[in-house]
């Protein structure tokens, strides 16, 4: 579906919350890389496009209601057969069921996993007087603990964004660190600019969170996305 068939489906369901598969459609036809994510609203039919993506994969818990889906036991990783995915199913709708027992789940999203590299988050929100805001920070402790984030009122422009890298504290995790390779920031800086347009063009959406983003010395890909739509 085209976006903004996407959010007018949305619109007509009466919610603002999308799903992390429609988040990604939407991003993947501005431009960003995400990975391959599909509905599965069986066990047979989570099986069918594991084997179609090809082991291993990922499986996680699709359902409005459950927007933070590893707090629910909605995400299962690494998984390397059918066994395994239909063990993991049966467990993400036992536990995401126990965690949020009114939660309307259309089933399971199934995406290939993606190879390991080092982590970003990069997303949008509305600041209450300078408008929609683009942010990027590197992932996990780094932005949950240390609040190591970069700002800018969209729209930006090519220097922005290479600002916005080079401005975080932990730039160096980007240079490659431990063996991790380097991570190809050229590409990240091309994303910024992709995420700043469409926010330009879709004022309706209230919120927009990407992470993590795997990066790697080439390219890099959106494995978890967000997307929230401002009230009607
Ligand atoms: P949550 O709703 O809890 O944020 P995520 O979709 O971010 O759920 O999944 C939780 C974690 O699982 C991610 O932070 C990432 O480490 C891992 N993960 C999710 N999707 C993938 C994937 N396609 N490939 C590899 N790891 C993944
Ligand atoms: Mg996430």
Redesign the pocket.
């Known amino acids: 579906m085209k976006p903004k068939e996407i959010l007018a489906q949305a619109r007509q369901e009466n919610r603002t919350v999308l799903t992390?598969i429609e988040a990604k459609q939407i991003l993947i036809q501005s431009g960003i890389n995400c990975?391959d994510?599909q509905l599965a609203a069986t066990k047979e039919a989570a099986v069918e496009l594991s084997e179609k993506f090809g082991y291993p994969v990922?499986l996680?818990v699709s359902s409005i209601d459950i927007?933070?889906?590893?707090?629910a036991g909605?995400?299962k990783?690494?998984l390397k057969s059918k066994a395994e995915v239909e063990k993991a199913y049966d467990a993400i709708m036992r536990s995401c069921k126990a965690a949020v027992p009114t939660a309307n789940i259309e089933g399971v999203s199934v995406?290939?996993?993606?190879k390991?590299g080092t982590?970003v988050i990069i997303g949008m929100i509305k600041d209450p007087s300078f408008g929609p805001v683009i942010m990027f920070g590197l992932?996990g402790v780094f932005v949950e603990v240390l609040k190591d984030v970069a700002f800018r009122i969209i729209p930006i422009e090519e220097s922005d964004a290479e600002d916005m890298i080079n401005e975080i504290k932990g730039k160096k995790l980007l240079e490659g660190y431990r063996g991790q390779e380097p991570a190809d920031v050229a590409y990240l800086q091309r994303m910024l600019l992709k995420l700043s347009d469409f926010v330009n063009e879709t004022p309706e959406i209230e919120e927009i969170d990407m992470?993590?983003v795997?990066c790697y010395k080439d390219g890099a890909v959106v494995?978890?996305a967000?997307i929230i739509l401002s009230a009607a």
């Open positions: 992390e990975t994510t990922v996680k927007s933070h889906k590893s707090d909605g995400v990783v690494n995406q290939p996993m993606g390991s982590e992932g992470n993590p795997f494995v978890d967000r």
